[in-house]
């Protein structure tokens, strides 16, 4: 499965951005990572294809949302409200494990795309 993400740039903060990520196949669970310079990759949000079920971390909880497209395969991170802290490069991911939002859970990486909040 290829993985390609759009949507980044840069924002002031209490501004909003809407990401994508395209699925060149079926995946049971997509989700979006953010990484930081100098942290870890953080889960931020997965959705189980299948169902719609979603799961949050809290750090983004009403502040961000997941949804899909299944007729494209497309997954979507509508950002609001960002903060300065909310500066990473984002990237997609597709398994088949739930709605985990640990990085071993899933095998598919998208190249990520900056978001940058000023």
């Known amino acids: 499965v290829q993985l390609v993400e759009s949507g980044g740039g840069s924002v002031q903060a209490g501004g909003s951005l809407r990401l994508s990520c395209a699925a060149s196949g079926y995946t049971a669970t997509m989700a979006w990572f953010r990484q930081a310079p100098g942290k870890e990759r953080e889960g931020v949000a997965s959705?189980?294809?299948?169902?719609?079920?979603?799961n949050y971390a809290d750090s983004v909880m009403g502040r961000f949302t997941i949804s899909q497209d299944s007729a494209k395969k497309t997954v979507y991170l509508q950002m609001t409200s960002l903060k300065a802290e909310d500066t990473a490069m984002y990237y997609c991911?597709?398994?088949?494990?739930?709605?985990?939002?640990?990085?071993?859970?899933?095998?598919?990486w998208g190249q990520g795309t900056q978001v940058t909040v000023s």
């Open positions: 991911a597709a398994g088949t494990r739930g709605t985990s939002l640990l990085a071993a859970a899933y095998a598919y």
């Open positions: 959705v189980y294809t299948d169902t719609g079920r979603t």
